[in-house]
């Protein structure tokens, strides 16, 4: 009998949606959290933005390493076990990422850190799915995407909120009496499944040990691909002898892991799930919504501030109602799952998110709070009408012995989904900016009536102000120069959200690949 034959709770399932939820937004939180307390890092320990901007790298990479190993671990462990330890050494890093005392040290912290959450949230996932009953398993998933959803926005805005008026230790040491409280109730609510001890027996009897090979290509293959992804723009790409390096390392250990693992008896990842018509469709879309979801939710706010003048705290509440839009969504859809085949509700989603996109294309400088908090509630109205179909969907035709392989995956596809996105477009926002700045520039010369005419026009207001006439014609030129690289960054930054809104488009078409799957019955997982 597998480990993840379905559990006796001994307590309602909602109460476990809640506590492993509540674990959930904990780690999700922790990678947006820390971002906007960069300069406050920096500051506070003595080191450089580019030194402190590790803080977030070694997260991400340890994060998506350890994601490989989890449905390994949880065999030969135990889920519940393998949760609580996750859940502690994620409660106990985040701990010493408070008080940590140099910037070595809060990396070290940070990488264990990423450890407990890449190996908590595959495992929450998990154990809803058998939590539930197949019928009401897209009601349980909603209350899990509202932490996957809704946490990486909160988490920049609370992590402002921390570092500008307590310390950039509270991003860190928040997650202390949390993380003991959830701790407590994991161990009082969660049991193992049914026959987990048995198996647990049977595996060490037959000696099945970890594809330690497998599971070195991959995390290498996974490791390397995010610090690439995530220094990339910083080391010039490959102008960087480093970012040259942890390519030819990405592309090797990409090579020879996909033949070892499809030979592998017990590979560390089972490829040919990747491969499947289902389950690979839900991996493209899963890391579609990842990315769409991280882009968005770190661009959308430098948009406004970069070029509309909002402060932090504004750019945070810009995004509060697109939250608030998605909580309620998550839960409709997670009744309309029953109901309504995944893949209609994925289409339908993917068109509200590219619609939302589109939106922001038409945005200008002048525009309005609402205009941009709309185009954020419409996001937010698409993203449960994707993810929770998709995750349902993902489950379709995955035998329960597979369950916890195929949330790590999930988890995988939106980390990496993630990052591939920000990358993306942090590349188009830069280089399109430079292209729009060059393009103006070209129209910034003495013969073009309209710059003279301009030019004029601003240094006899400035010498209407009291500046003499070379002081004014001074400040003339640098104020059109600050409007030429204003307006370039705001037409990159529309550039992009073109850019997300074919991504958005593009998904339409692949989820209505998905087939049909079993609903409102009870159904095996394993079918």
């Not at 550039?495 to 809104?501: E, G, K, N, P, R």
């Amino acid at each position: 009998m597998s480990t993840n034959a379905v559990a006796k709770p001994s307590a309602t399932p909602w109460i476990i949606a809640i506590v492993v939820a509540l674990a959930s937004f904990m780690e999700v939180l922790d990678t947006t959290i820390a971002n906007v307390a960069l300069n406050y890092i920096s500051g506070g320990l003595g080191v450089s933005q580019d030194e402190a901007s590790w803080v977030v790298t070694t997260y991400l990479v340890s994060n998506a390493v350890i994601v490989t190993a989890t449905s390994y671990l949880v065999r030969i462990l135990g889920r519940k076990t393998f949760f609580l330890g996750c859940l502690a050494l994620f409660t106990i890093s985040s701990v010493m990422c408070g008080f940590a005392p140099n910037l070595q040290f809060l990396l070290l912290a940070r990488i264990l850190q990423g450890i407990g959450g890449g190996g908590m949230v595959p495992v929450a996932q998990s154990i809803l799915a058998d939590s539930f009953p197949p019928e009401k398993r897209g009601q349980g998933f909603a209350l899990f995407g509202v932490a996957v959803v809704v946490a990486p926005v909160v988490g920049p805005t609370l992590g402002g909120w921390l570092s500008d008026n307590f310390s950039w230790h509270w991003c860190f040491l928040i997650n202390g009496p949390v993380g003991i409280l959830t701790l407590a109730a994991v161990a009082m609510l969660i049991k193992e499944p049914e026959g987990s001890a048995e198996e647990r027996v049977r595996l060490r009897k037959e000696k099945i040990g970890f594809d330690w090979i497998g599971f070195g290509l991959v995390a290498t293959f996974l490791g390397a691909l995010e610090l690439m992804l995530d220094r990339g723009l910083e080391d010039d790409w490959f102008g960087s002898n480093f970012i040259i390096m942890a390519a030819a390392i990405c592309a090797l250990a990409f090579v020879l892991m996909v033949p070892w693992e499809l030979k592998h008896k017990n590979p560390a990842v089972d490829i040919r799930m990747l491969v499947s018509r289902q389950f690979g469709t839900c991996f493209l879309v899963m890391m579609a919504t990842g990315a769409l979801l991280l882009a968005t939710t770190q661009y959308l706010p430098q948009l406004v501030q970069a070029n509309l003048g909002y402060t932090a705290t504004w750019a945070g509440l810009m995004l509060s109602p697109g939250g608030l839009v998605t909580m309620i969504m998550m839960f409709v859809v997670g009744v309309l799952s029953s109901k309504v085949q995944p893949k209609y509700l994925i289409a339908v989603g993917a068109g509200f998110v590219a619609f939302s996109m589109y939106q922001v294309t038409s945005a200008y400088s002048g525009i309005g709070f609402w205009y941009l908090a709309e185009a954020r509630m419409l996001q937010g109205i698409g993203l449960p009408f994707i993810f929770l179909p998709i995750t349902t969907a993902s489950y379709d035709g995955i035998p329960s012995s597979k369950t916890d392989q195929a949330s790590a995956l999930l988890n995988a596809a939106r980390n990496t989904g993630g990052s591939i996105g920000v990358s993306l477009i942090s590349n188009i926002i830069t280089h399109r900016e430079q292209f729009h700045q060059s393009r103006m520039v070209e129209h910034v010369i003495p013969s073009n009536g309209a710059y003279q005419d301009t030019l004029n026009q601003v240094t006899n207001y400035f010498t209407g102000q009291g500046s003499s006439l070379v002081t004014a014609n001074q400040q003339a030129l640098a104020w059109i120069n600050e409007q030429v690289q204003s307006q370039a960054s705001f037409l990159a930054y529309i550039d992009a959200f073109w850019v997300l809104t074919l991504i958005s488009l593009a998904a339409i078409p692949l989820a209505l690949t998905l087939r049909n799957v079993t609903l409102g019955k009870k159904a095996s997982m394993g079918h």
